[in-house]
């Protein structure tokens, strides 16, 4: 069945440092997902990304769609506190979601 | 603006017990999910529902039962509990308004601890 792999399963930044997490899937994406779970909270939806080569950007991050729509990676410029957490992508189809298994983004000060 | 709900937030209960966790949601989409998260192994589908009355399984359905007899609730029971099933458990629903148009909104989670 569909796969939808995340590399790195942890990340350790110092804060002000780059941050990029990737998602690779075993088949073409129709669209793929993006979330946030903050330490002791739940997931909540970042963007969704449809089209090949897609570029999408949301202050500090940027999200991309790559060209055989079946990777995509996202990128948090310049790391925060704020940004600490889990980071999914996700898959359809969309009443069977396939969930990554994240990256772990721990902050440094 | 309730969204969506899970009760309890925290349970602790004994192997053997049967346990129902609720969910509900106040935007009347249709549909609805269940996910179990445990480290090392993020988000697994436990079972969803397409609309009331209408559900499937998911990734890791055994040892639990859902039902759906309302658009708005959507309980998950665990029938005799084990220690396996301690995990934090999320509830999500989503309206597919268009073909690429399906974000997913969690509740809190139920952090489930079994004996």
């Known amino acids: 069945g569909q796969q939808v792999m995340q590399i790195p399963q942890y990340q350790h930044v110092q804060e002000g440092e780059d941050f990029t997490t990737y998602c690779n899937s075993s088949?073409?994406?129709?669209?793929i997902q993006w979330y946030k779970q903050r330490p002791g909270g739940h997931p909540v939806f970042l963007i969704q990304?449809?089209?090949?080569?897609e570029v999408k950007k949301q202050k500090r991050l940027t999200f991309q769609f790559g060209e055989a729509k079946k990777n995509s990676s996202l990128h948090i410029t310049a790391t925060q506190t704020t940004d600490v957490g889990t980071y999914f992508c996700?898959?359809?189809?969309?009443?069977?979601?396939?969930f990554g298994k994240g990256t772990r983004l721990h902050i440094l000060p | 603006d309730a969204g969506i709900t899970q009760s309890p937030r925290y349970k602790i209960t004994e192997t053997g017990r049967q346990v129902t966790l609720m969910c509900h949601q106040t935007?009347?989409?249709?549909?609805m999910f269940w996910y179990r998260q445990d480290l090392g192994h993020g988000l697994r589908l436990i079972y969803y529902?397409?609309?009331?009355?209408?559900?499937d399984k998911g990734e890791v359905p055994d040892g639990y039962v859902v039902s759906r007899s309302k658009t708005e609730n959507f309980p998950l029971t665990l029938e005799s509990a084990t220690r396996s099933q301690t995990s934090v458990y999320f509830c999500?629903?989503?309206?597919?308004?268009?073909?690429?148009?399906?974000?997913?909104?969690f509740g809190p989670g139920t952090r489930l601890t079994v004996l």
């Open positions: 990304l449809v089209k090949s080569g």
């Open positions: 088949t073409t994406l129709s669209n």
């Open positions: 935007w009347s989409h249709s549909y």
């Open positions: 996700a898959g359809p189809p969309w009443d069977k979601i396939i």
């Open positions: 999500a629903s989503s309206e597919k308004r268009f073909q690429n148009d399906n974000e997913q909104f």
């Open positions: 529902s397409a609309a009331a009355d209408i559900t």
